[in-house]
């Protein structure tokens, strides 16, 4: 079995200042992980995703998570907030087969 | 490009009435195909998924269903609707069986059933 926890429901941060989103998981074995964003009344899109071939990902819109196995942490991260960043955000992991299993998602609000 | 299409992007119902949510495709071929459901305040929950013409798995036991009658296009149905079938409905698409590869969501329906 699966899961996914994002440790915070709503994060708020002042524009131009370093976001965290925090998201443990776990696995039975090794995990695919990804990062989706969510805009108001909008669908998913997609930021990064962890496949193993890096632990430090790179994703979209100046985002980033580092896998830490130790840790069983795939935190989101971003170094400087802009007011477009609000959203709200899951964390996922995905079994073998590609089930998905979504965290409960963070809220991130961007003040002027 | 693959693109993904959900129709209507908003709908509301009355209790009772019957439901036909459309998902459909393009520029992919066999792709597994996936119903969620967001409830407000919560996480999504996996609705349905399929893997090829008329093969649907569901995931929890509801009032709702599914059918694949194309390669490309996945409908969600009911034959009555009740007021805890409300939230947003969201049909995603995958390529392959790689547990790499995500899946692709498209832009949403939102039900309201009064």
């Known amino acids: 079995a699966q899961s996914v926890t994002q440790l915070d429901s709503h994060v708020s941060v002042s524009e131009g200042t370093p976001v965290l989103l925090r998201c443990n998981y776990s696995s039975s074995y090794s995990p695919s992980l990804f990062w989706y964003v969510q805009h108001p009344n909008k669908g998913l899109q997609l930021l990064l995703k962890?496949?193993?071939?890096?632990?430090l990902v790179k994703g979209i819109n100046g985002f980033e998570a580092e896998f830490k196995k130790s840790e069983t942490s795939f935190h989101l991260t971003k170094p400087s907030a802009h007011m477009s960043d609000a959203a709200e955000y899951f964390c996922v992991v995905s079994d073998m087969w590609g089930k998905l299993t979504f965290g409960q998602g963070t809220i991130l609000t961007v003040h002027p | 490009s693959q693109t993904i299409h959900q129709w209507p992007a908003t709908l509301v119902q009355p209790v009772g009435s019957p439901l036909s949510l459309e998902c459909t495709v393009e520029g992919t071929s066999n792709p597994n195909l996936y119903w969620y459901r967001q409830a407000a305040g919560r996480g999504l929950q996996l609705l349905f998924y399929s893997v090829g013409i008329g093969q649907i798995s569901s995931e929890v036991p509801q009032n709702l269903s599914a059918s694949r009658p194309q390669d490309r296009q996945f409908i969600l149905s009911s034959k009555k609707l009740l007021l805890s079938d409300s939230g947003f409905y969201l049909c995603a698409w995958r390529g392959g069986t790689g547990a790499y590869n995500e899946q692709f969501f498209g832009p949403g329906t939102r039900l309201t059933v009064l």
């Open positions: 962890y496949t193993s071939a890096a632990t």
